[in-house]
């Protein structure tokens, strides 16, 4: 079973498209995002986090592993 959330198997990978593929919409963890793609799009999540005095950068450190 995927996470709540996560990508369904159905959703193609990123190596299947000729041009960069972008996912987004409601991702909150990186556990969420299993299909790999080229960019993801994490503005709420983002914006939350430093709503709550974080840094930006410790919040996409953890979407790549930087």
Do not use: N, Y
């Not at 299909?35 to 914006?47: E, F, K, Q």
């Not at 930006?56 to 979407?63: D, H, N």
Request: charge should be negative; include cysteine.
């Amino acid at each position: 079973m995927r996470p709540c959330g996560a990508v369904p198997p159905s959703v193609p990978h990123a190596g299947q498209f000729d041009v960069p593929l972008a996912l987004g919409f409601g991702f909150q963890t990186p556990d969420q995002l299993d299909a790999r793609p080229d960019a993801a799009v994490l503005g709420s999540a983002l914006l939350r986090h430093i709503a709550e005095g974080k840094d930006a950068a410790e919040f996409l450190g953890k979407w790549t592993g930087k």
